[in-house]
């Protein structure tokens, strides 16, 4: 199965930025880094009729985004890529809407602190706090949530995966499920599709990767849970999915991952997409293979209702 001709041409444009940062010399910069988020080709228009509120989950800026029909009781807590040093609630607006569609249910953008100007385990603390606050606050004010999910993308899906670990040690009411795209969840980089994909992979290298860790970690340790969940307890954890690109070079953060819940008893689902790209979701539904995994991610959300 080759990719669509929408999805080719995504990785066409990413191939050629990297080919011309590559003949021009470029390191990558934080500034770089996240203006590429703010106009890269995963830049996708929000659906239509799209309520959103901006909220502080305690002291932490969030961003309540609501399809319409949407359930106010049932709320997911979404957490962005962009590698701990990128994104906001501007990026990822638009597959948050995505899901919220797909789901049925109302979504929380959590717009946790940055590297470097913020360390770890700061992100970490950020999402679990804006979770424990969305447990008994909605888009419609205080209330307690019917349903209660976790769901985040690439270093979010690290982060949502950490998270899952930190709400179980402090014996906070658990996620119905969670839903984990293409999650960046070992900085020790240690996965052999770092290196073996590194040719496929047009958007996230080794380097990169390891550039990144750096700052988020500082002088951390980067197999810490709170950043690399991989080496994490997994006991008790709720119901996931894990969706990832065969080639992607995070591929083996989600099979570790994955098989590391299963030894623990997790109900865990993974699904290795053939021809995609990282986060491939971000692209809206102008490419299939992009509303094909966000539809799906909303199918596995509603059975759990």
Known sequence: MAASPELQD???????????????????????????????VFTAPAPAGLRTAKVRAVTVPCEWVCAPGSDPNKRILYLHGGGYAAGNLDTHRALC???????????????????????????????????????????????????????????????????????????????????????????????????SNAEKDPMVGYGLLSWMAGMVVGDGDPADPRVSPLFGDYAGLPPMLIQVGENETLLDDSRSAADKAKAAGVDVTLECWPDVIHVWHALGHAVPEASQGINRVGEYLRGRF
Not at 19 to 32: D, H, M, R, Y
Not at 136 to 164: C, I, K, R, T
């Open 97 to 195: 809407g995505d899901i919220s569609v797909a789901s049925g249910a109302s979504v929380l953008n959590v717009d946790y602190r940055l590297a470097p100007e913020y360390t770890a385990p700061a992100q970490f603390d950020d999402a679990l706090l804006a979770y424990r606050w969305m447990l008994d606050n909605g888009p419609l004010g205080e209330d307690e949530a019917s349903h209660a999910f976790v769901a985040g993308d690439s270093a979010g899906g690290g982060l949502g995966l950490a998270v899952l670990q930190g709400i179980r040690d402090a014996g906070v009411r658990a996620p119905d499920a969670a839903a984990l795209i293409s999650p960046w969840t070992d900085m020790t980089g240690s996965g052999a599709s770092m290196r």
């Open 10 to 40: 995504a990785i066409n444009k990413l191939r050629a930025g990297n080919e011309a940062a590559a003949k021009a010399g470029l390191a990558p910069t934080v500034q770089g880094v996240r203006d590429m988020m703010a106009g890269s």
